[in-house]
């Protein structure tokens, strides 16, 4: 392989590791630690459209139920994010929706021990605040 070869194919592995490693862009990005109060205010997509994009970007959204809802800010983005217990699916599928645009963002599922593992994580984060 020349040394153009290998550009082309490090850059490609660069650009792919980069998109893989953060989610899709938002449109609003909150300073970090803007209050709870604050990010509601920031919001333009309310939490039933959102809810309503979630649901559509789950397999049998018809028999899939929304088991928790939260706006929070994520990675610098705000964020609608859904846990969406599916019929005869042991887990959740976790959606994130873009709290400006309504856009999902991401979808994937959590099997029972990794939801477990994010609930000790939201509760230590929540006694730093």
């Known amino acids: 392989m020349n ?25 609003i990005h909150p300073a970090k630690g803007t209050s709870d109060q604050a990010l509601a205010k920031l919001a333009k997509v309310s939490k039933d459209t959102a809810q309503t994009s979630a649901l559509n970007a789950v397999k049998n959204s018809s028999t899939s139920t929304v088991a928790s809802a939260e706006l929070e800010a994520e990675d610098g983005c705000l964020i609608w994010s859904f ?5 005869n699916v042991r887990g959740i599928q976790e959606v994130t929706v873009d709290a400006g645009t309504g856009k999902v ?7 029972p021990r990794d939801e477990t593992v994010e609930t000790a994580q939201d509760a230590a984060e929540a006694k730093k605040k």
């Open 3 to 27: 040394s153009i070869q290998m550009l082309a194919i490090g850059t490609a592995l660069a650009a792919f590791t980069t998109a893989a490693a953060h989610p899709a862009a938002c449109s």
């Open 83 to 87: 846990d969406v217990k599916q019929k």
């Open 105 to 111: 963002l991401s979808s994937h599922h959590e099997s």
